[in-house]
């Protein structure tokens, strides 16, 4: 069975419930469901290509359930996709714990990392850190920037690998599943994944990367968190999220 049917049957094992609230920012999105529950998803880069809205998607948005939304994962469109992990994330949020991301600073030091996806706050940090980068985005143009068509030929010459969720949408982590087991690590960025490790782990993700609330859950951390994504803020810098690194797969040595 395949990711997306592994999906489709763990949400058919989850609570249903109407949707409150959803909100398409520019970096992320946003959900509310009627019980309570609130996630973030991934909005695909609007240079990357052009955000054109479709009615019949706006549509087929308006009025769902977090089942009907999460359904829509399979979808190619940024409209249906940011909908769907915001939904995915609401219906499986991480558990509390796993590493602050400095833990695993020394585990890629000194290897080659291939890079999809260009994320402006974290590609710094990851150089800072002493990874050999090899970025394979489109949409920038620098030394160490190459076509995306070629990723699974970088993807093979590098000890690691970072996938944005754009792998999801554009069946990347799919494609390459075989690469990425013969991998020393392959991290899966978020925000709007979903908890389901068994199934990462299948396609040889072995560190999941998501946001949860810094210190105390309470409504009004939310509340900023939502407003600065409904101002088309970017949640890698929302002080009141904190990125936490899950191990799918995997031993810690990076702690040792």
């Given at each position: 069975m395949g990711f997306f049917e592994d999906v489709t049957d763990a949400v058919k094992g989850q609570k249903n419930a109407g949707v409150e609230a959803l909100m398409l920012g520019w970096h992320a999105s946003y959900i509310v469901a009627s019980d309570g529950r609130w996630g973030i998803g991934y909005v695909p880069a609007s240079h990357k290509e052009e955000h054109k809205s479709r009615e019949e998607h706006t549509s087929l948005l308006l009025g769902g359930t977090l089942a009907k939304l999460a359904a829509l994962l399979v979808s190619p469109f940024p409209q249906e996709f940011a909908?769907?992990?915001?939904?995915?994330?609401?219906?499986?949020?991480?558990?509390?714990?796993?590493?602050?991301?400095?833990?695993?600073?020394?585990?890629?030091?000194?290897?080659?990392?291939?890079?999809?996806?260009?994320?402006?706050?974290?590609?710094?940090?990851?150089?800072?850190?002493?990874?050999?980068?090899?970025?394979?985005?489109?949409?920038?143009?620098?030394?160490?920037?190459?076509?995306?068509?070629?990723?699974?030929?970088?993807?093979?010459?590098?000890?690691?690998?970072?996938?944005?969720?754009?792998?999801?949408?554009?069946?990347?982590?799919?494609?390459?599943?075989?690469?990425?087991?013969?991998?020393?690590?392959?991290?899966?960025?978020?925000?709007?994944?979903?908890?389901?490790?068994?199934?990462?782990?299948?396609?040889?993700?072995?560190?999941?990367?998501?946001?949860?609330?810094?210190?105390?859950?309470?409504?009004?951390?939310?509340?900023?968190?939502?407003?600065?994504?409904?101002?088309?803020?970017?949640p890698w810098l929302c002080p009141e999220l904190e990125w936490r690194v899950h191990l799918v797969g995997c031993t810690p040595s990076f702690m040792v």
């Open positions: 909908a769907a992990t915001a939904a995915c994330a609401a219906l499986f949020p991480f558990p509390q714990g796993g590493f602050r991301m400095d833990a695993i600073m020394p585990c890629a030091r000194g290897d080659r990392v291939a890079v999809l996806g260009y994320e402006r706050e974290l590609i710094p940090l990851m150089r800072d850190w002493g990874w050999k980068v090899a970025i394979f985005d489109d949409r920038r143009r620098a030394p160490d920037c190459f076509p995306q068509e070629d990723f699974t030929d970088g993807a093979c010459a590098a000890e690691w690998v970072w996938l944005s969720p754009e792998a999801i949408r554009d069946r990347w982590l799919i494609s390459t599943s075989a690469i990425l087991k013969e991998k020393k690590g392959c991290f899966l960025q978020g925000p709007g994944l979903p908890w389901l490790p068994g199934s990462f782990a299948a396609l040889g993700a072995t560190h999941l990367i998501s946001p949860v609330m810094a210190g105390a859950k309470n409504t009004e951390n939310m509340e900023k968190t939502q407003a600065r994504i409904a101002a088309g803020g970017n």
